[in-house]
Structures are given as C-alpha cells and as structure tokens.
C-alpha cells in the first residue's frame, strides 16, 4: 500500500521509441490512445488501486518572489525551452514492483500507427507525512 | 446507542452467518443491512439480546436475498439447512473469520481493508480515509476481496501468522483521519488474543501496547520526529507499558519463542529503562540475536548492528553493519548515527544527507536533514 505518482512529461524525458508528434496522428489512433488511457484508469478503479488522474495544459511558467512590495517574477510563458507535466495519474499499490509494471503498461498506450508509443514516465513514490510507528 | 458494542457484534454475526452456510460476502451483505434496521428500530425499542437480534434480522435479510436471487429449489435447501435459532458461542466463529479476511489468496491491501470493514466493522468511507484513497477504490478493493474469498470454506484452519501480519499492517500505519488504526489494531489483536492462546498473538499485542506507550513522546508538538533517546520519558503510557510486559510475560513463560515476542521484548526493555543511559543494551543485542535466528532478516540485522554499537562501543556497530547490504533501508542513517559516535563528523553529516534522501517519509526526512545540518554546524565552528 504505497503511493506513487505517474508523471506523464511533454518533453524533457529521452525519446519515446513510436516518437511521432500526438497532433500527426490520425483521429482514430487519437481516439485508440484516448480509449486506452480510460480502460487503464478503470482497470486500476476496478482493482483498487487508483487514486486520482489528470492532465495539465502545455502552458506553465516559473515564478518567483522578487522582494517586498513587488509583484512576483515569471519568465515565461517560454514553454519550448523547459521540460512540461503533459499530466499525472497517483495508483495506490501492494509494491515496488507493481508500480513499475502499471508504468510500464501505460507507457504501451497505443501511438502512431496504433503501435505503442513506448514513452518514458517518471514514476516518483509518496512520501507519507505520518512516520512509521516502528522505526526505533 | 452503544456504537463500540455494535461495532464489536458484526464479526461474530457475519460468522455465524457464514457457518449456517452463506457465502462471506451475502452474509457481510445482510449483516450491513440488519445494521441499518437497528439503527433505525433500537433508539425507541432496544433489544434485549442484540447479538441474538441481529442474527435473526441478518439470517432473514440474507434468506430474502438468497429467495430473490436463486432458484425455488436452491431457496429450500437453505431454509431446510438453518439450524433451530437460540445462542450460539462464537468465539471459534469470529477466529475464523480472522482466518477469512487474512486469507493468503489476497494481496495485503485486499486483507487490510476486508479485515477492517468484516472484522472491525469500520464503514466503506472510514476505511478508505484512513488509507487517503477515493471510497469508490476502497468499495472496489472490499468487493474484489470478497470475490476472491468466494469460495473458500470456514472449517478449513487457516494460517494466523497471515492474521497477525496483517493487524500488524494496519497497527503500523498509525491514524490520519477520524479512524486511529494503530488503536483499531490493537483493539482488533486484543480481541484475537482473547480467542487464542497462541503465543505470538501475545507477542503481538504486547508489541503493539509497548510501541503505542510512547506515542506522545515520539513527535514533538510541532510534529517533529524525536529519536528514543531524547523522548521525555515522563510522556510515557506507564499502564500501557505495564500492560504489555505482562502480556508479554505470560507469552515468555509458555517458552515457545516467535519475533513478535523477541520484537516486543526488546521494546519492554527499552520502556524499562528510566533514562536513555540505563537502556540495557547488552541484553538487548541478544534478542536481537534471538530475531536474526528467527527471521534471518537483513532489516534485523541492521537494526541489531545499531544495538551493537551503544553495547560495545561505535566501532563494534560499525564492523557489523559493514557486513550488510548498504542498499538496506535506514543503512546510511544508521552508519550515520554510529560514525558520529565514533567521532568521525564529517562522514556522519554526508551520510545523514544520504539518508535524508532516501527517507520514505516526511518526518523521517526532516529529522535526518535536521541532523545533518546540526553536525554541518558544529564542523564550520569548528574551523
């Protein structure tokens, strides 16, 4: 029963292995990718490990303080220049390695050509803010 | 309404309805919905036996259900199975459907939840808050559990090291909603302890008592983490510890040894000692010699090198900690703790820094930063 994160990135991970741009695919692999995403979420609904999902639009910037009475700093949009959250999905699972397995699964979602995209996602685990009762 | 005695009735009822011969998860079914009823019926007419009367409002539910469902023939088998009414003991029952929920077909998320909603009768939501997941995963979980266990008879013996293993699942996952689980655990431990004269159950309970002693102390008010040394001992549950090490006492005497005896017996001598300084470290390495022997676990004997170090002096915990797998959880924060005792700070404080990084959680992560910032500290006055 532990939490990770599934981070699904525009950019900024190595090369997908099916690297063909989402908007030069055809409506019906669009709709196949689409499709799968769902069955995946409501497999994981169905097994009870899934937590929460969604997408994230391609435009973010960064912020900063800039120092009393100023408005903060942002340097963007620049979104071609940083690496960008496409959308994230949290699974709650029994194990390392489950995790990995789901990852690798969705990593499959149907691309170009209807074959896998065989995209890279960062699968980064929960910290929990209660310590372990055990640890002495 | 007494909430806590109705609470405690549903494993039994679940159980007797299970042995009259329903399937666990109609039982579980009708026994929610007798539930209802007597929320509704009992404020203005209290029963006089509840128990007695939930299993007559849960036995006609489940034969309604089972007269819906199933076939004219298969309905008068069952109605020509039940036995004549009247009390029953349950104790037998109620371990059983320990044995159910903990069933080894289930993973130990699956285990967990079914164990808290059939055993200790927490609500679908509670449940699900307490593990921070959506109520429609949770309900998904419970009723994949209970398809897993469709088929699996009551009369089989079933396996309590699963049981003990999955209550302590849950005692570890301390609270974080309106449900406590670690009380729920031990609430639930309490209970199998009474129905069982197992050894390690004992060994169990008196672990969970002896850890839950010392909750206040182990946080701060500001929800740091703080180490066993530096707890204010006086913040102590001195009855709870007096509790477990006589529960655990008893276990001892019986002379059948398991880790959760050698687990809790280490945990009763560190609650022994008056100041940090009086720990009985010595007698302490040897249970953890005893838990090596037992489980052979890398984790043990990390911990055991640990214990080393404070029983024969730094270098000794660190010559046995070289021979463990430096990918162990906690291996960096232990080697850590015991170069900064052997006076080597600047290899202490990089390693804190390692282990704040591997923390697999928040106060586990800011007490090791804090530490590493503390030596980081003293090494620039230093120079």
């Known amino acids: ?136 | 309404m007494d909430d806590a005695l109705l609470r405690s009735l549903i494993p039994e009822v679940i159980a007797i309805l299970c042995r009259r011969g329903a399937d666990f998860a109609a039982a579980e079914d009708a026994v929610q919905d007798a539930l209802v009823e007597a929320l509704r019926v009992w404020p203005a007419d209290p029963p006089r036996d509840p128990k007695g009367w939930l299993v007559a409002v849960a036995w006609r539910r489940f034969i309604d259900a089972a007269r819906a469902e199933a076939s004219r023939r298969h309905r008068e088998e069952l109605v020509d199975r039940e036995p004549a009414p009247g009390p029953v003991t349950t104790t037998d029952d109620t371990l059983q459907l320990y044995f159910l929920c903990a069933h080894p077909s289930l993973t130990p998320a699956s285990a967990v939840a079914l164990t808290l909603r059939a055993v200790g009768g927490l609500t679908t939501q509670q449940i699900a808050r307490a593990y921070l997941v959506p109520e429609a995963t949770m309900a998904q979980r419970i009723s994949r559990a209970k398809r897993t266990i469709a088929g699996v008879r009551l009369t089989a013996p079933g396996d309590l090291a699963t049981v003990l293993r999955v209550l302590y699942l849950v005692f570890n996952e301390g609270y974080s909603g309106e449900v406590d689980l670690a009380v729920e655990a031990i609430r639930l431990t309490r209970q199998l302890a009474g129905m069982t004269t197992d050894e390690e159950v004992a060994g169990l309970l008196a672990l969970m008592l002896l850890h839950h002693a010392r909750r206040a102390a182990r946080t701060s008010p500001d929800g740091r983490l703080v180490p066993l040394a530096e707890q204010d001992r006086s913040l102590w549950d001195t009855r709870l510890i007096a509790e477990g090490v006589d529960v655990l006492q008893a276990a001892l005497a019986r002379d059948r040894l398991g880790e959760y005896q050698a687990q809790a017996a280490i945990a009763a001598l560190h609650a022994d000692a008056l100041t940090a300084d009086e720990t009985d470290w010595v007698q302490i390495v040897e249970w953890y010699d005893e838990l090596v022997r037992l489980t052979d676990s890398p984790v043990v004997r990390l911990n055991r090198a640990v214990a080393v170090g404070q029983a024969d002096g730094a270098r000794a915990g660190l010559a046995a900690l070289a021979e463990l797998d430096p990918a162990l959880p906690r291996h960096a924060a232990a080697a850590a703790y015991l170069h900064e005792r052997d006076g080597d700070l600047v290899t202490a404080a990089r390693l804190y820094a390692e282990a704040a990084s591997a923390a697999a959680n928040v106060p586990e992560r800011d007490h090791l930063t804090r530490e590493a910032a503390r030596l980081n500290a003293q090494l620039r006055a230093r120079s």
């Open chain 1, 1 to 136: 029963m532990a939490k990770y994160l599934l981070l699904k990135h525009y950019r900024g991970a190595p090369e997908a292995v099916n690297d063909v741009p989402i908007e030069q695919w055809t409506p019906e692999e669009f709709e196949a990718h689409m499709q799968y995403m769902r069955d995946f979420m409501k497999r994981l609904e169905g097994s009870g490990e899934f937590v929460d999902a969604d997408a994230l639009a391609p435009k973010g910037e960064w912020v900063r303080y800039d120092g009393p009475g100023r408005p903060p700093v942002t340097d963007g949009p620049f979104a071609e220049t940083k690496d960008l959250i496409a959308g994230w999905m949290i699974i709650d699972v029994d194990s390392h390695e489950r995790a990995v397995e789901l990852a690798g699964e969705l990593s499959a979602a149907p691309g170009a050509g209807g074959r896998p995209i065989h995209e890279w996602l960062e699968l980064r685990p929960f910290l929990a803010d209660e310590a372990p009762a055990v640890t002495e």
